[in-house]
């Protein structure tokens, strides 16, 4: 089965078309409001609006209400949610039994071998190993190369390594968040999604199949 691909990051409108030009199989906004990244609702759904109906948007929280993850998704701000936090297990199934059966991400952040066995009895839908929610920080991929379930690789992935990191552990997905991103000012925050990069992402998971 052919790697899966996620653009995540998601913040201006603009670069949705970038998104839609590349034809990933998912895109993500954050909607923690904590982090730079972050977005609020009404953003989220004019990027859905503008995104390809056929790609589902993701959307990352941090330890968040959950009424407040219910809504995105029962209102359609986004078609899937990722949770990358310390959300409890209980957490999660009361997720799923309430969504209409829209999909959870569980991310886990790998900073040992002690979080493997976690990750892989979680009742997510899909487990997502990384260092942190957009970190940009590269995974040890040494600790996660005999996970004993699919998985999304993230943490420092570039077009350049991607295909390095497929070939090395055949993860299920990959997500790139800060490898699809340039930057314009002095700030760590002054990064913005670069048209070249994401279609360069797309196409070195296409091509290694």
Sequence with gaps: MSTKIKICGLRRVEDVDFVNEAKPDYAGVMLCRRFWRG??????????KRLDP??????????DKFSDV?????????DMVQLHGTE???????????????????GCRVHSPDVI???????????LLDCG??????????????????FFLAGGLTPDNLPKAIEALRPWGVDLCSGTEVQVGPNPSDRIKDRKLILDAVEAVRAYG
């Design 39 to 48: 977005i609020d609702f009404e953003q989220a759904k004019l990027i859905r």
């Design 117 to 127: 066995p976690y990750a892989e009895n979680s009742a997510a839908d899909h487990i």
């Design 70 to 78: 219910l809504v995105a998704l029962r209102q359609g701000v986004v």
């Design 133 to 150: 929610p957009v970190s940009g920080k590269a995974l040890d991929w040494n600790i996660v190369k005999n996970v004993k379930r699919d």
């Design 88 to 106: 409890s297990e209980e957490y999660i199934t009361s997720l799923q039994m309430m969504n209409y059966g829209k999909p959870v991400i569980k």
């Design 54 to 63: 056929n790609i589902p948007l993701v959307g990352v929280f941090v330890n």
